[in-house]
T-cell receptor, first 116, second 111 residues
Framework: SAVISQKPSRDICQRGTSLTIQCQVD?????MFWYRQQPGQSLTLIAT?????????ESGFVIDKFPISRPNLTFSTLTVSNMSPEDSSIYLC?????????????FGEGSRLTVL | QKEVEQNSGPLSVPEGAIASLNCTYS??????FFWYRQYSGKSPELIMS????GDKEDGRFTAQLNKASQYVSLLIRDSQPSDSATYLC???????????FGAGTRLTVKP
């Protein structure tokens, strides 16, 4: 199993500001995934971050709003830009268990954002 | 129609009973199927994965898949209070990164 650390674990932010979430994995991984879990809802994939290339965003998510960095094989950041109360959510970093496209995911502890 | 549908619950079972959790999906191209458990305030953790029709057993957990009916289920035998959590069904197309999650079923096991 992978150990995934996320920072911050929670934060309260003001409307219009931006916040960067960090994700550190204890092993090298090709892909890192960023998910959002809005209150009372399930998980939605925001984007896939590959080292050395631009992140791939899912429908409904854009780079200007959720810029992602992937500087190396163990680290990624997700920024939530120009936040509004609708961005209040839990943001989860995830990696796939080693193996070719198993689809079995490990999740970080999550970053709970509240936007006032 | 949602891509992955689950009864939101809550599903309540007595300790020692069998809990049955159900999930249907709409994408016939789905090839991989997963059950995740999420305790309140925690992140999801993988319980079971299943890739072919039939049953797959792991301890007290059995996953069942019927691709023709687009149906996945999870049975928890000898349910324990520690099994009380939200169970998320997830499906994925092969070679796709996009895992589609259901909204989850909240299970309560009463002592």
């Amino acid at each position: 199993s992978a150990v995934i650390s996320q920072k911050p674990s929670r934060d309260i932010c003001q409307r219009g500001t931006s916040l960067t979430i960090q994700c550190q994995v204890d092993s090298q991984v090709t892909m890192m995934f960023w998910y959002r879990q809005q209150p009372g809802q399930s998980l939605t994939l925001i984007a896939t971050a590959n080292q050395g290339s631009e992140a791939t965003y899912e429908s409904g998510f854009v780079i200007d709003k959720f810029p992602i960095s992937r500087p190396n094989l163990t680290f990624s950041t997700l920024t939530v830009s120009n936040m509004s109360p609708e961005d209040s959510s839990i943001y989860l970093c995830s990696v796939e268990r080693s193996g070719a496209n198993t689809g079995e995911l490990f999740f970080g502890e999550g970053s709970r954002l509240t936007v006032l | 129609q949602k891509e992955v549908e689950q009864n939101s619950g809550p599903l309540s079972v007595p300790e020692g009973a069998i809990a049955s959790l159900n999930c249907t999906y709409s994408d016939r191209g789905s090839q991989s199927f997963f059950w995740y458990r999420q305790y309140s305030g925690k992140s999801p953790e993988l319980i079971m994965s299943i890739y072919s029709n039939g049953d797959k057993e792991d301890g007290r957990f059995t996953a069942q898949l019927n691709k023709a009916s687009q149906y996945v289920s999870l049975l928890i035998r000898d349910s324990q209070p520690s099994d009380s959590a939200t169970y998320l069904c997830a499906v994925k197309r092969r070679w796709s990164n996009d895992m589609r999650f259901g909204a989850g079923t909240r299970l309560t096991v009463k002592p």
